[in-house]
């Protein structure tokens, strides 16, 4: 069972967290723009026991509070704080679309305190266009009379999803206020596209600093992520790695089992950092 955790920020957001107690080996899971940490329930309990699983809320998502900022670097701080405030000396780094070019990037700031990496869909180029329905669904849900109803509308734009999921998925993304059902999320003022997918494309220079064991999943139903870019990205690192699972874009809600055994399988992988190979680091804070 999740143990719902919060931490303050250096900046003072309250950050939550879910955590499913285990060890010794300690992954921590990113989501996805819009998502929560919710999204990796039942890949956390796929994982078992044995692994320590770190869920978080980015900031302006889920239960952890909203900002001002909400920069790939900030996140980046956040999830660094968060790590060092657990106290971690080894983690593996697991994010989905949005939570993966902030664990890529958390990557280098971790420097050999990072025992593997793995992205979730998601690369230096991606196909943006695809998502343009489920951005413009996001954007144009407004106070809804039930969860229900926001399912049925959101089953529209990806019927291929499992009904059961897609309600699972929205009971921990909204919230109840006096004129019906709206995002946790925060929603005040668009999201800064240009600058995630500029974060991104960054990943590409940034792939051959990182030695430890490195997974590129990909969903197979999935037009985000081609596998030729899955390949490519995956070839830039020293340590790269290619896995393609039969789900779409939200891998980790669509075949959360193949999601865990493909962590795990990345996460044997990991060795101590040789000195020699050790990443060039950033600070943290």
Partial sequence: MALSRCHAASDGVPLHYLEWPGGPTTIMLIHGGALSAHTFDLAALA???????????????????????????????????????????????????????????????????????????VGPRVNF??????????????????????????????????????????????????????????????????????????????APRIHQPTLVLKGARSAVLTELDAHQFASRFP???????????????DQPVALANALRSTMARSQPADASDANQTEDCN
């Fill in 47 to 121: 994982l078992g026991e044995d692994v320590r699983c770190i869920a978080v809320d980015l900031r302006g998502h889920g239960l952890s509070g909203w900002a001002d900022d909400y920069s790939v670097d900030r996140w980046v701080t956040d999830t660094c704080e968060l790590i060092d405030h657990l106290g971690i000396d080894q983690i593996h780094l697991a994010g989905m679309s949005l939570g993966g070019c902030v664990a890529g990037h958390a990557a280098i700031a971790l420097g050999q305190r990072l025992a593997s990496l793995s992205f979730i869909d």
């Fill in 129 to 206: 266009a695809a998502s343009a329905r489920m951005r413009g669904f996001i954007d144009a849900v407004r106070p809804a009379p039930s969860v229900e109803s926001v399912v049925q509308d959101a089953l529209a734009i990806s019927p291929r999803t499992d009904p059961d999921l897609m309600l699972y998925r929205y009971q921990s993304l909204l919230r109840w206020d006096e004129d019906g059902w709206v995002w946790k999320a925060d929603r005040r003022r668009p999201t800064d596209f240009p600058h995630i997918l500029g974060k991104l494309s960054d990943l590409e220079a940034i």
């Fill in 239 to 253: 340590a790269g790695q290619v896995v393609t699972i039969e789900a779409g874009h939200n891998v980790q809600e």
